[in-house]
């Protein structure tokens, strides 16, 4: 019986360690963002080239949202692509740039929040 008390517990350790990262790289963004957000995501390269062949054309620019607070880091994510959406909806968009992201620390514990800059924009 000790055994297993002392399995769960390394079990439960293993997992807060594993699940309790403070941020994502540029690539893991990249690559989770779109999943998770009903707006269309575009790179800045890919943005870019839709405004001068104006098939797009930017509604705001350098908008800053900042996602309430999750237990990992995609759960920030998803915290995050939610105020996107509801971001481009309000501009009355259907796209978004990431302009830039970064995870603060908001407390002594290690405590981080995900703020996003991006764009909003109309693409047919």
């Not at 690559?31 to 870019?48: D, F, G, I, V």
Request: proline share 2%; hydrophobic share 40%; glycine share 6%.
């Amino acid at each position: 019986m000790i055994a297993l008390r002392q399995a769960m517990y390394l079990i439960g350790f293993i997992f807060l360690f594993t699940s309790c990262a403070t941020s994502m790289s540029p690539v893991q963004v990249h690559n989770t963002l779109p999943s998770l957000t009903k707006s269309r995501y575009l790179t800045y390269t890919q943005a870019e080239e839709a405004v001068k062949t104006n098939n797009c054309k930017f509604l705001v620019q350098g908008r800053e949202y900042v996602a309430p607070l999750a237990i990992t880091t995609k759960g920030d994510l998803r915290n995050g692509a939610v105020g996107i959406d509801e971001w481009v909806e309000l501009d009355g968009g259907n796209a978004y740039v990431i302009k830039s992201f970064k995870w603060i620390r908001v407390d002594e514990s290690g405590a981080t929040q995900l703020n996003i800059v991006f764009d909003t924009l109309l693409c047919e």
